[in-house]
């Protein structure tokens, strides 16, 4: 149950767009359209804000985006904000009822 | 509105047990997949458990089968993980999950998490 592949950290100016990618393999990322991401702020619990891939929780802002392309989802936060700084979690389905999270992606927002 | 609330964590030596619980509310409960995931201090998130909504199928990561136990009282809405035999490195934010109603796969609602140290 290898853990999938995130960059440490990322930042970004106000109104910026950024990408965070989440790499894993054919066996858990590639294999199901079942990327979710969340984002934490310290001390809280994570928050849903990307499912399946690319849906959109109601209430999630629209300047969060989801995409896959083979074995590496992405997470866009375009437009960002002061409030979007925080940690960022992909998590894939790895079948046989297991999942994979990323180490996890600190923002900053410069 | 579902709520999710852990308890049962604190300071533990290691070789020792711990039992912790997740009371549930706002949703039907008996009819959820739930879940148990950790976060070790300053790392990722970890998914640590899972169990049916009628505690018939029971799956674990690697790194605790054999000695962690998932469990559930339907009647009392409430969901358990018993931690055995723990070592340091499972030290860490311990969050039970559920899906959406009718969902799997992916986890909208959250507690607030309960801390599990394990030092002697």
């Known amino acids: 149950q290898s853990a999938l592949t995130q960059p440490a950290s990322v930042s970004g100016s106000p109104g910026q767009s950024i990408t965070i990618s989440c790499t894993g393999t054919?066996?858990?990322?590639?294999?199901?359209?079942?990327v979710s991401w969340y984002q934490q702020h310290p001390g809280r619990a994570p928050k849903l804000i990307v499912f399946?891939?690319?849906k959109r929780p109601s209430g999630v802002s629209f300047r969060f985006s989801g995409s896959k392309s083979g074995n590496t989802a992405s997470l866009t936060i375009s437009g960002l904000q002061a409030e979007d700084e925080a940690d960022y979690h992909c998590?894939?389905?790895?079948?046989?009822?297991?999942?994979?999270f990323g180490g996890g992606t600190k923002l900053t927002v410069l | 509105q579902v709520q999710l609330v852990e308890s049962g964590g604190g300071l533990v030596q290691p070789g020792r047990s711990l039992r912790l619980s997740c009371t549930a509310s706002?949703?039907?409960?008996?009819?959820?997949?739930m879940y148990w995931f950790r976060q070790a201090p300053g790392k990722g998130l970890e998914w640590v458990s899972v169990?049916?909504?009628?505690?018939?199928?029971?799956f674990y990561a690697d790194s605790v089968k054999g000695r962690f136990s998932i469990s559930r009282d339907n009647s009392k809405n409430t969901l358990f993980l018993q931690l055995n035999t723990l070592k340091t490195d499972d030290a860490a934010v311990y969050y039970c999950?559920?899906?959406?109603?009718?969902?799997?796969?992916?986890?909208?609602?959250w507690g607030p998490g309960t801390r599990v140290t394990v030092s002697s």
């Open positions: 169990i049916s909504h009628d505690g018939d199928r029971k």
């Open positions: 998590c894939s389905y790895g079948g046989s009822s297991t999942f994979r």
């Open positions: 999950a559920a899906p959406p109603p009718g969902e799997r796969f992916y986890f909208a609602n």
């Open positions: 399946e891939d690319n």
């Open positions: 706002g949703f039907t409960f008996s009819s959820s997949e």
């Open positions: 054919s066996s858990d990322v590639g294999a199901f359209n079942l």
